[in-house]
């Protein structure tokens, strides 16, 4: 699928040792595998040449302003029709999926560039409802999506998830041709752009989404207690660097920097109001089971029917305070794969297609992902630890200070492996002494320590 880089890339066998000589003179200048990357994504995205089976690149030549000093220079758009035929070719649209049939969901998000107060979300499961809006229309339709606050609510209806709905989330503000789906309330047509110009890691969507889907699912199913749906376990995996060493100083990392902050995982406060919720929904119901018993449901129900004042106000919609309670649901985990930071990045990353950045991603990404995951592993044995008595919150926190190197190591340098590696065996000492104190039961010290040294294996 990917295409190799031509004459103008840097061939690190034969220039390579120039690049270096001169970066040793003037650090400003670049080294030669920055130098390859950056060639290489001038190729593909400032040359006719683009990418095979990805996108053709066209000079775009502007007089807006009548600039010479900008004017001059074209402006590049890229013609998405390569890959339009590699998908169709490879993958078989529409996908339906069903959770009857024991088959896994997509939800594909993408941005109305129109009306961007929300993410558009389109689903591989089927709707729970037929569609009804603003003029009490009623259409009967398995897949569309609603999104829209106020009297700026939009519908788009679609025939399950198909190739338009897979580039609408995937393609960005240059391409020629974006995907247009018929607005059924404003009788416009909407263009659409990749939804990680709204979130690039959507756990909000993915939230609202298991909750609407699964309320309704049991509600017509006949369900009677709909305070509890299915739990949710979540792998986010942040292709954008969070946490760097590094300030930028020239304009290429200055930008880098910029599309890093604009892209990467933004979703803790999201996790955070989620677990929020579901505490309260916890005290809210054990309250009202708890007045139930002692004579006071009728009172109860009488306030669980009051109207819900704040959402009506945020959302447009008349609901009640039992509507707010039901439906609650259980994040068990959120997992977080980091990636760490790569002191060669230059601008434009996105677009380097060439086969040697390809494996460097490839194999940068399986550390990261090792690491990441036994780092978490070690962080959620430890909460547990301490919900369940074994350890106190004073223990349990000098165990985690212990791991802080693991979530600051940005991967640059063997100072800072080796820094974590030490901080990771004093983690283990501190195991093995609570070990000989008789707070840790053997199955309890090696979900601890076996993490630990998988992280320490990684990084030697």
């Keep these: 699928m990917y295409a190799g880089a031509t004459n103008l890339s840097v061939n690190k066998a034969?220039?390579?040792?120039?690049?270096?000589?001169?970066?040793?003179?003037d650090r400003d200048v670049a080294t030669a595998e920055v130098a390859r990357r950056f060639w290489s994504i001038f190729q593909f995205a400032f040359t006719p040449s683009g990418v095979p089976n990805m996108f053709l690149s066209f000079p775009r030549w502007n007089h807006k302003f009548l600039n010479p000093f900008t004017d001059l220079l074209p402006s590049w758009r890229y013609d998405y029709t390569p890959l339009r035929s590699y998908l169709s070719k490879f993958v078989d649209f529409p996908i339906k999926t069903s959770f009857e049939k024991g088959e896994p969901r997509l939800l594909l998000v993408s941005v109305d560039v129109q009306d961007y107060t929300e993410a558009v979300v389109?689903?591989?499961?089927?709707?729970?409802?037929?569609?009804?809006?603003?003029?009490?229309?009623?259409?009967?339709?398995?897949?569309?999506?609603?999104?829209?606050?106020?009297?700026?609510?939009?519908i788009v209806f679609?025939?399950?998830?198909?190739?338009?709905?897979?580039l609408a989330s995937a393609l960005g503000k240059y391409a020629l041709d974006h995907p247009t789906m018929e607005d059924m309330i404003s009788k416009t047509h909407r263009q659409f752009?990749?939804?990680?110009?709204?979130?690039?890691?959507?756990?909000?969507?993915?939230?609202?989404?298991?909750?609407?889907?699964w309320y309704e699912y049991l509600k017509r199913k006949g369900k009677r207690d709909l305070y509890r749906l299915p739990d949710l376990e979540v792998y986010i995996v942040n292709l954008h660097p969070s946490v760097v060493k590094n300030i930028p100083r020239d304009k290429d990392l200055?930008?880098?920097r910029e599309h890093d902050i604009l892209f990467h995982d933004r979703t803790n406060f999201d996790e955070h109001i989620a677990y929020l919720v579901s505490d309260y929904v916890d005290l809210a119901v054990e309250l009202i089971e708890l007045g139930k018993s002692n004579g006071l449901a009728d009172c109860i129900n009488r306030i669980l029917n009051k109207a819900a004042r704040g959402f009506s106000r945020s959302r447009g919609q008349s609901k009640k305070y039992k509507d707010i309670i039901e439906g609650r649901l259980d994040i068990t985990k959120v997992w977080r794969i980091d990636r760490s930071e790569d002191t060669e990045d230059t601008f434009g990353k996105n677009t380097d297609f060439s086969p040697t950045s390809i494996l460097k991603l490839i194999e940068g990404g399986q550390?990261?992902?090792?690491?990441?995951?036994?780092?978490m592993e070690i962080l959620f044995n430890i909460e547990e630890l301490i919900y369940d008595g074994v350890l106190t919150e004073r223990e349990g926190e000098e165990l985690l200070q212990k791991t802080k190197d693991v979530a600051r190591w940005t991967g640059l340098c063997f100072e800072d492996k080796k820094r974590v590696t030490s901080s990771l065996h004093e983690f283990i000492v501190l195991v093995n002494?609570?070990?000989?104190?008789?707070?840790?039961?053997?199955?309890?010290?090696?979900?601890l320590i076996n993490p630990a040294n998988n992280i320490i294996n990684q990084l030697a």
Excluded: C
């Excluded at 569609?131 to 259409?139: G, H, L």
């Excluded at 679609?158 to 897979?166: A, C, E, F, R, S």
């Excluded at 939804?195 to 298991?210: F, K």
């Design 14 to 25: 034969e220039n390579g040792n120039w690049w270096d000589y001169f970066h040793l003179i």
């Design 193 to 213: 752009w990749d939804g990680g110009y709204h979130s690039n890691t959507p756990l909000r969507q993915l939230i609202l989404g298991h909750r609407k889907y």
């Design 158 to 166: 679609y025939n399950d998830i198909g190739l338009n709905q897979v």
């Design 254 to 256: 200055i930008d880098d």
């Design 122 to 154: 389109f689903d591989s499961y089927k709707k729970q409802h037929d569609a009804r809006y603003a003029t009490r229309n009623i259409i009967e339709s398995e897949w569309y999506s609603e999104y829209g606050h106020g009297q700026n609510k939009h």
């Design 433 to 447: 002494q609570m070990n000989t104190k008789e707070k840790l039961s053997s199955e309890e010290r090696h979900s």
């Design 367 to 375: 550390v990261d992902a090792k690491i990441s995951l036994n780092r």
